[in-house]
Each structure stands twice: as C-alpha cells, then as structure tokens.
T-cell receptor, first 107, second 113 residues
Framework: AQRVTQPEKLLSVFKGAPVELKCNYS??????LFWYVQYSRQRLQLLLR??SRESIKGFTADLNKGETSFHLKKPFAQEEDSAMYYC?????????FGAGTILRVKS | SAVISQKPSRDICQRGTSLTIQCQVD?????MFWYRQQPGQSLTLIAT?????????ESGFVIDKFPISRPNLTFSTLTVSNMSPEDSSIYLC??????????FGPGTRLTVL
C-alpha cells in the first residue's frame, strides 16, 4: 500500500542551524514526491516537487530510491521557515500525505 | 495560479444535522478534490469531484455520507450528512493536476457537538 511517513511531529532548531525534515515512502511504482508547506494562518501550498530538482526558499529535497526517502533540507534555517511541512506521494491521479512535521525556528 | 474560496470558513453544528460546503474557483479546472483533515492528523482524500458525472470516492468514504456535486468547471459542493462528533475536521477542496501544482482552498473548520 502507498504510504508516506514523517517520523517527527515537531522539529525545533535555532536560527542559522541546518534543517532536515524526514520523509520516507512506501510505493511499488515509480514515485513522484512533493513537499507542501502551511504557514500560520495561510493555506496549504506547494513548496517543491522532486521532478523539478529546484531549490525554493533555500530548501532542497533529493529522492533516494534506495532508501525510499525524500528528505527536505536547508543549510541555514530562518525564523520565517517556521510552518507545518507535509510530504506527499502521487500515485495514479491522487496524492497521499504524510502526517506532517511542525518546524519551529528559534531566535 | 488558481484562487479558491470556500464557504463557510467554519461552523458549529449539532449531531444528526447536515452541512454543505461550497468551493469556488476563479477559473475553469478539470480536477477538483475534497480532503479531510481530522484533528492532529494528515490530509485524507475523500473523493474526486467530476464534472458531469458522479464523484469518485476513496476507500472508507461513501456517497450517502459525503454527497458531492460538480455542476460546472468552477464550482463544487461537499455535504457532510447526519453528522457526528467524529466528523469534526477541516475540510479542504483543491484543484489542479496531480503531476503539477495543486492549489488548496482555505478550508472549512467543522465542529460537531
């Protein structure tokens, strides 16, 4: 069955520290993965997708098929990065979301 | 990008009643989806709203409980029927291609007493 696991409910880091939000998936097909973000009092929005191989707001994510992971990374956290982050997997015409990780960046 | 609005933004309802949530998009879209986010949990797809035909429901969700209408390419409704406290959730609609950016509405926060 398709599944997305985000093991951390909360990740708290200091400003300027590196960030890694973990995401593991279970899928027998060719995976297509996304990171969505929800800032306080805003709606859910796409942050990045693995097929684009782009860096958005300093965040990157690499698909590792061997480890079935798609961890989100940023070398230097900023306070405005504080938000809820969801990893999502596409299968067919649908998205499966992980449980989400709250990122808190402390000053 | 698509601009999506939902009505109502929140509601408090009594057990056994029904609530209809509206989703309006500022442009014509092919795919519309309804999600549920229960307290402390992730988003779960309820159904895909198809224009001109019945919605396609995910496992665990049935039309009698969550009837959906899609009268045109810019509008859809989701009804939560015969509500119980377990239906207390945020309900979100989204549009877009799964392989591309999906745009989400602001959500409807439902509390059932």
């Amino acid at each position: 069955a398709q599944r997305v696991t985000q093991p951390e409910k909360l990740l708290s880091v200091f400003k300027g520290a590196p960030v890694e939000l973990k995401c593991n998936y279970s899928y027998s097909g060719s995976p297509e993965l996304f990171w969505y973000v929800q800032y306080s009092r805003q709606r859910l929005q796409l942050l990045l997708r693995h097929i684009s191989r782009e860096s958005i707001k300093g965040f990157t994510a690499d698909l590792n098929k061997g480890e079935t992971s798609f961890h989100l990374k940023k070398p230097f956290a900023q306070e405005e990065d504080s938000a809820m982050y969801y990893c999502a997997l596409r299968y067919g015409n649908k998205l499966v979301f992980g449980a989400g990780t709250i990122l808190r960046v402390k000053s | 990008s698509a601009v999506i609005s939902q009505k109502p933004s929140r509601d408090i309802c009594q057990r056994g009643t029904s609530l209809t949530i509206q989703c309006q998009v500022d442009s014509q879209v092919t795919m519309m989806f309804w999600y549920r986010q229960q307290p402390g949990q992730s988003l779960t797809l309820i159904a895909t709203a198809n224009q001109g035909s019945e919605a396609t429901y995910e496992s665990g969700f049935v039309i009698d409980k969550f009837p959906i209408s899609r009268p045109n390419l810019t509008f859809s409704t989701l009804t939560v029927s015969n509500m119980s406290p377990e239906d207390s959730s945020i309900y979100l609609c989204s549009v877009g291609q799964i392989t591309d950016t999906q745009y989400f509405g602001p959500g409807t926060r439902l509390t059932v007493l």
